[in-house]
């Protein structure tokens, strides 16, 4: 009995990092921690500058029906008319309120109400990558969700929505970015659950 407690104390000290190993290991997890970090920031220059180039290259033409609705919200909640469009009279009750309410916002940068909704468009694009990055990482690794990050930044129809003063650009945004939230948090749930069970089997288990 004294022989396999002395051997588990052994095999347990064995298995315990130096303080050396350890630093190395924090040194190198820091080291990949930023290079993750520059990766990123440069996959979000290159999604705003592929968007800003497809603009300038095709151009806009005229306003979307669907933009100029939202257009018009935006431009009646700034001048104190209230949430109403040109669709239907009295308030709108068919477009949901979070874009207007951005391009309001933006328009006073652009002082067009227009140029408002395709900037909001354009920055919300730009950021898509980084919650697709992030649902990739969590559900697999982190080379799955650069590679993920990369086709949304090239795909056509998300650099399209880019600037076009639609909707489903800016909410793609919003609801992937739900999405990781939710992961990260069933993800790290889990990792505390492991962790206080390892610590009661490490505390109370005779084995």
């Not at 999604?47 to 300038?56: D, G, M, N, Q």
């Not at 354009?122 to 590679?147: D, Y």
Request: hydrophobic share 50%; aromatic share 10%.
């Amino acid at each position: 009995m004294e022989m396999s407690s002395t051997v588990s104390r052994a095999s347990e000290m064995a298995s315990q990092d130096s303080p050396v190993t350890q630093l190395n290991r924090k040194f190198q997890m820091n080291s990949r921690s930023r290079v993750s970090w520059v990766l990123l920031i440069v996959m979000v220059a290159a999604s705003f500058a592929i968007r800003v180039a497809a603009l300038a290259h095709w151009g806009t033409g005229t306003i979307e029906s669907e933009g100029a609705e939202y257009a018009k919200i935006a431009e009646n909640l700034r001048s104190g008319v209230g949430y109403v469009g040109i669709v239907s009279p009295g308030p709108e009750v068919l477009f949901n309120p979070l874009f207007p309410l951005l391009i309001a916002g933006g328009s006073f940068l652009t002082k067009n109400f227009e140029w408002a909704g395709r900037l909001v468009a354009l920055i919300m694009g730009a950021l898509l990558p980084l919650p697709v990055f992030g649902i990739a990482s969590r559900l697999f690794n982190r080379r799955v969700g650069f590679i993920a990050g990369a086709l949304t930044l090239l795909h056509p129809l998300f650099v399209y929505l880019s600037f076009m003063v639609y909707s489903e650009g800016p909410y793609a945004v919003v609801l992937l970015s739900a999405v990781y939230l939710v992961v990260r948090a069933l993800d790290d749930s889990r990792s505390e659950e492991r962790r206080v069970g390892k610590e009661c089997r490490s505390r109370w288990s005779p084995y």
